[in-house]
């Protein structure tokens, strides 16, 4: 009885071990964070520099939003006031050097041009966003409209 | 009126019981505890613990102010309430302090004692402020930030532009000054229609 009790005592002392030893935290999704295990926390990647004036780029296909070539930090864009029209309004953008918002932001939904930008295209990092020096997260096959039709006019040739 | 009369003729007397010595001295004395007890009081309300040991001012404008470049940036240099909205010099500190009687009421009274309240009155209460810098050619900006060091190289060209064509002296003919352009820098804009924009 003795000898038995003792041997079922180091059978399950010696599961336990084989258990420890086989780990129960899974590697985690690579998300922003990659690496690591579900338990872990990594620490998170410095935060990406928004540059001050950065220059104007190329839209690449007609209707993107222009991203926005400089700093907004802290810029109101509320019921309130709206900071970006400071300069890119209709009044405000040639004293401003800014480029004036586009006609369409000034149509309602009946293709109406109103004389302020209309509600629906009041809230601009909807679609314009500054860029920053991050690295794209994921590769991306994306070509510009110019890269397509050349690669369309190589297919047919 | 007899008292008065009788406190006059006591005070026009020499003194019987105590010396010349220990009048000047103690007088001396005297003005040192109460003039250095006066200014550390004044400079008590002027610590931002004080300003927002009222739940208004910590829940309505300091919460605000935490998200802007003037409370926290990269080499910890900021600015407290009483930086922006006490002048700096004495007597002009002194007159600002009379007029915060005003806020005290207020706060007693609870003008602005909730969120709705003080959205009602932002307008008003931002006005005052513009007006008020506007009028001593944002002093309390250029305290810190003063124009004939600024090196244009390094700020970003409009910004370069903009400071060297409308704020430089004697370039402007209504000489732009920095509230001008610098509004709600450092809490949210009120409701802006009509409000003149640089």
């Known amino acids: 009885m003795k000898t038995l009790s003792l041997f079922i005592l180091i059978v399950c002392f010696a599961g336990f071990a084989w258990a420890a030893e086989k780990s129960l935290d899974p590697s985690a999704p690579d998300g922003l964070r990659k690496g690591g295990t579900l338990t872990e926390t990594l620490p998170a990647e410095p935060i ?43 009044t405000a953008a040639p004293e401003a050097g800014a480029p004036m918002v586009s ?55 | ?60 404008p300091y919460d605000e102010l935490k998200t802007t470049i003037h409370y926290t940036n990269r080499s910890g240099v900021r600015a407290t309430c009483s930086d922006c909205h006490v002048p700096h010099d004495w007597t002009d500190k002194i007159a600002r302090k009379m007029e915060a009687s005003k806020e005290v009421w207020g706060w007693i009274f609870g003008t602005i004692d909730t969120q709705e309240k003080y959205e009602e009155k932002r307008r008003v209460l931002a006005e005052r402020e513009w007006q008020r810098l506007k009028a001593n050619d944002s002093l309390e900006c250029r305290n810190c930030h003063e124009f004939e060091f600024m090196d244009f190289t390094q700020q970003g060209p409009r910004a370069a532009r903009m400071h060297a064509n409308a704020l430089a002296p004697g370039q402007d003919e209504e000489g732009a000054t920095c509230i001008d352009c610098h509004k709600g820098i450092a809490h949210e804009l009120p409701d802006m229609s009509g409000v003149h924009q640089r």
């Not at chain 1, 004036?53 to 991203?67: H, I, L, T």
């Not at chain 2, 220990?22 to 505890?33: D, E």
């Open chain 2, 1 to 60: 009126m007899k008292r008065l009369r009788h406190y006059w003729s006591l005070l026009r007397r020499p003194s019987v019981h105590y010396s010349l010595g220990f009048l000047t001295l103690g007088g001396f004395l005297a003005g040192i505890v109460f003039w250095g007890g006066f200014n550390t009081a004044m400079e008590a309300t002027n610590t931002e613990q004080f300003c927002i040991g009222c739940h208004e001012m910590k829940v309505n």
């Open chain 1, 48 to 90: 990406a520099d928004e540059p001050r004036a950065s220059g104007r780029e190329v839209r690449n296909w007609p209707e993107q939003p222009p991203v926005i070539p400089h700093s907004i930090r802290g810029y109101q864009v509320d019921k309130r006031y709206n900071q970006c029209l400071t300069c890119h309004s209709r």
């Open chain 1, 103 to 157: 006609v369409t932001h000034f149509m309602d939904r009946n293709g109406q041009t109103r004389s302020a930008v209309t509600p629906g295209r009041y809230f601009c990092t909807q679609c314009h966003v500054p860029q920053t020096d991050a690295e794209p997260l994921v590769g991306n096959g994306f070509k510009s409209a110019e890269e397509v039709i050349v690669g369309e006019g190589e297919d047919s040739k």
